[in-house]
């Protein structure tokens, strides 16, 4: 079973930043879009951004104008920086592939991402 491997998550305080990284060794990651998703235990997993093939990022409205998604093929990880972290952004953060015109999909098992004083 394929899986991503999700790392970066710490525990920081509110005003800082954190780059999590995302990496997908055992596939051909030009064939697959990346997204980024998050989740509080009790809540639904709310998708916060994706990237396409081609390096196109598109942002969910939680992660509006602090987050920036990026992707390395080379490296084959797939990148979320997160600026001015709040409280509220406390939270396993999840990322996962789809394959460009396909229904194949991996996920990761997440990392976690405390913002407390």
């Known amino acids: 079973q394929v ?4 790392s970066g998550g710490d525990l920081v ?4 930043s954190l780059r999590l990284s995302c990496a997908a ?3 051909n990651v ?3 879009n990346f997204g980024w998703h998050r989740q509080v235990p009790g809540n639904r997993r709310e998708e916060l951004a994706s990237i396409d093939t081609e390096g196109t990022p598109m942002y969910q409205n939680p992660a509006k104008g ?3 998604i990026s992707r390395d093929n080379a ?3 797939v990148y979320l ?3 001015d972290l709040r409280p509220e952004d406390t939270a396993v953060y999840f990322c996962n592939a789809k394959m460009k015109s396909s229904s194949v999909e991996y996920w990761g098992r997440g990392t976690q991402v405390t ?3």
């Open 81 to 83: 920086q997160i600026y």
């Open 25 to 27: 060794p055992e596939i």
């Open 3 to 6: 899986q991503l491997m999700e």
């Open 30 to 32: 030009v064939f697959f």
């Open 115 to 117: 913002v407390s004083s």
């Open 66 to 68: 602090r987050f920036i």
């Open 13 to 16: 305080q509110p005003g800082g």
């Open 75 to 77: 490296l084959k990880t």
